[in-house]
């Protein structure tokens, strides 16, 4: 039978997944005549966590012997970014598949993916001092996940640094095969007026914190920002700001609490765009996603009207518009807004993934969860207002300082992939007769130990929907007691663990909200210090039996995650 002959045959519903699975390898992983690229946090602009173009890491080659830890990179301090991955680049005259990681030393660093040696290195400036709420002596460099232009070959990337003591943000957009500046970099700044019409607010660096990963999108560069360690102060706002790719020039920006300090009885007037370090979303018009965080105590401050106010949301921005076209706030009993304020239950603590376009009457679909563990279904344009009434669905997930990811399986159904509390779960997207998730009964859900707050991060591998390539990733955060991270593979399938084993180690200070990263046969994990390099033993190569690094001491005193 013909390829063609076998299409026709094909059930008008299976032809049109097989049409909707090839969209979406599109958006997953994007991929050079060498091999994969991971160009941005979770893959993609979506957020979906998934490359779809791995072919060498089967459930059959990472549960054998010869899969293991096979180099270990040490780096100057600790690593919050997610590494990013470029294919087949020319640095020095040789081919590489280069791995980029940024610390919060302020280094980027060039390595050698496959055999672990640094190509590049630069340090862009002294890491500015955490504010004296955080009650310890820290510095804070890199915080967030850069993001690479790869025609252009630019990686760019958010520093805060000490500039005669003042600390500042500066942006970055350095050159892939020197780790130059390819123009001046920008310190960033801005100002909104405020509700009133007269008062204005600025930009202050020393009470922002950037930790949410940068967004490549409409020809911009965008960044969340937040507030230092819970701080409760009426200095401290969430933004969103965004300058040109280009020439880095300031284009349009969001302030995501526009209330006045005399309208909050606490002072406190967060609203913050944190999301445990996950990115900004963006939608193929151009919208902007993200989910905010609380605001004053008093839960007296939510203010829909006019977009002034719109903490414990998920907010959808019209750059193009300067303006907030949708949000969803929840209004379930025990986590309406008023409440998540009361009590610092963020909704923001996870972010929000956009999921490929779907079958059915509503194609475009967002997913998101926080600190309550309740993950909402929503429709992109549409999210739902103040209203928890008119999301398409609400699933418990567990407490969530995490972010989904999503796959198609080899049926050609489309998964959301949730990492809440200590658990992962695996929902099948049902499009018809109505717009729904339903949980994966063939999946058994593992369950992933932690001694700092609920939830990790998950990232998916397959060979397209090739049946048995799918493998679900996790880092979990250290359990009590220790520093240990440990980097876990899944059949996403089944659940059936096929792989353990420590990755690195992170200070308990505050959560190691790592994201493990996968392309060209290997698995990449940043955490204290260090760059772990996982893959298949060559002929002749040792595997590392155990994780080789001194654990790190704890810190003199708890360092607040919000």
């Known amino acids: 039978m013909s390829y063609i002959t076998a299409w026709l045959s094909r059930p008008l519903l299976q032809r049109w997944r097989a049409k909707a699975v090839a969209l979406a ?3 997953s992983a994007s991929a050079s005549a060498q091999g994969a690229n991971v160009l941005t946090y979770h893959n993609n602009a979506s957020r979906t966590g998934w490359n779809s173009g791995e072919t060498s890491l089967t459930s059959s080659v990472i549960g054998s012997p010869s899969f293991g830890l096979l180099h270990q990179v040490t780096l100057d301090a600790e690593v919050d970014a997610q590494p990013l991955v470029v294919a087949g680049l020319t640095i020095g005259g040789t081919v590489h598949n280069v791995v980029y990681v940024a610390t919060e030393g302020n280094t980027v ?21 955490l504010p004296a709420v955080c009650k310890k002596i820290a510095t804070v460099g890199i915080n967030s996940t850069p993001v690479i232009n790869r025609v252009s070959q630019t990686l760019y990337v958010m520093t805060y640094v000490s500039v005669g003591g003042t600390p500042e943000y500066h942006l970055h957009a350095l050159s892939l095969t020197t780790l130059a500046d390819t123009q001046t970099p920008v310190v960033v700044s801005a100002s909104h007026t405020l509700a009133d019409g007269t008062t204005l607010y600025s930009f202050n660096a020393g009470e922002t914190r950037q930790r949410a990963a940068l967004l490549n999108a409409n020809g911009n560069i965008y960044a969340g920002f937040a507030g230092f360690c819970g701080q409760r102060n009426k200095d401290q706002r969430g933004w969103l700001l965004g300058w040109n ?8 920006s969001y302030l995501s609490n526009q209330v006045l300090p005399n309208n909050a009885p606490n002072d406190f007037l967060l609203t913050s765009i944190w999301m445990s370090g996950y990115g900004p979303s963006a939608a193929a018009n151009g919208d902007v996603f993200f989910v905010t965080g609380n605001s004053d105590p008093s839960g007296t401050t939510y203010d829909k009207a006019g977009a002034i106010n719109l903490s414990e949301s998920v907010v959808e921005w019209s750059p193009s518009h300067g303006k907030v076209v949708s949000y969803f706030s929840p209004t379930d009993s025990g986590s309406d807004v008023a409440t998540l304020d009361r009590g610092d239950l963020d909704f923001g603590s996870g972010g929000v993934m956009l ?12 997913v998101a969860a926080g600190k309550v563990g309740i993950m909402y279904l929503m429709q992109q344009g549409k999210l739902g207002g103040e209203n928890s009434g008119h999301v398409l669905g609400e699933y418990q997930v567990g407490g969530c300082w995490c972010g989904p990811s999503y796959f198609t399986g080899s049926d050609g159904i489309g998964r959301v992939v949730s990492s809440g509390a200590s658990n992962i779960n695996v929902w099948k997207v049902q499009t018809s007769p109505t717009t729904t998730l339903q949980a994966d009964t063939g999946f ?21 929907t090739t049946a048995g390539s799918a493998i679900i990733w996790a880092v979990s955060r250290p359990v009590a007691g220790s520093t240990d991270v440990t980097l876990f593979a899944f059949d996403a399938a089944s659940g059936a663990q096929l792989f353990s084993a420590t990755a690195g180690t992170w200070p308990p200070a505050t959560n190691a909200n790592t994201v493990p990263t996968i392309a060209n046969g290997n698995v990449f994990v940043a955490s204290y210090q260090m760059l772990s390099i996982f893959g298949v033993a060559s002929p002749g190569q040792t595997l590392i039996p155990k994780f080789q690094l001194a654990r790190p001491a704890p810190p003199p005193e708890s360092l607040s995650d919000h």
Do not use: E, M
């Open 25 to 27: 390898l599109l958006t």
């Open 109 to 129: 660093y060039a390595i050698d993916g496959s055999s672990g040696v640094i190509l590049l290195q630069t340090n862009l400036g002294t890491p500015a001092p």
């Open 245 to 252: 790719a280009s020439t880095l020039a300031s284009q349009a």
């Open 355 to 366: 999921l490929p376009k779907q079958s059915g009457t509503v194609p475009h679909l967002a």
């Open 444 to 464: 058994t859900s593992p369950s992933i130990a932690t001694g700092q707050d609920p939830g990790f991060f998950t990232s998916i591998s397959s060979n397209g």
